[in-house]
């Protein structure tokens, strides 16, 4: 999944919201996917500039679970390395 700043967002959307160019024809332009042009600038009409910033929260169940995950595969590693002695 690529990420995309939020300083090129808003560039994007000022330059569609200027009224000069079509959604289309600034994907081209940009190199950008469309659809993803199309769903900064629905964002942004509806939640306002904060919609451009990327998200960086994690939540804490999905902490938890990274947390969980890698000790459970440390524990594994340390058990096939003392069956393997």
Do not use: C, H
């Amino acid at each position: 999944m690529v990420k995309y700043s939020s300083e090129l967002k808003a560039e994007v959307v000022s330059e569609y919201l200027q009224g000069d160019i079509s959604i289309s024809l600034l994907s081209k332009k940009r190199n950008l996917p469309r659809i993803q042009v199309g769903r900064w600038i629905q964002n942004f009409r509806l939640r306002g500039a904060d919609a451009l910033k990327r998200r960086r929260v994690k939540s804490l169940e999905n902490s938890l679970q990274s947390v969980w995950y890698r000790s459970l595969e440390a524990s594994s590693e340390r058990q096939k390395n003392q069956s393997e002695t």
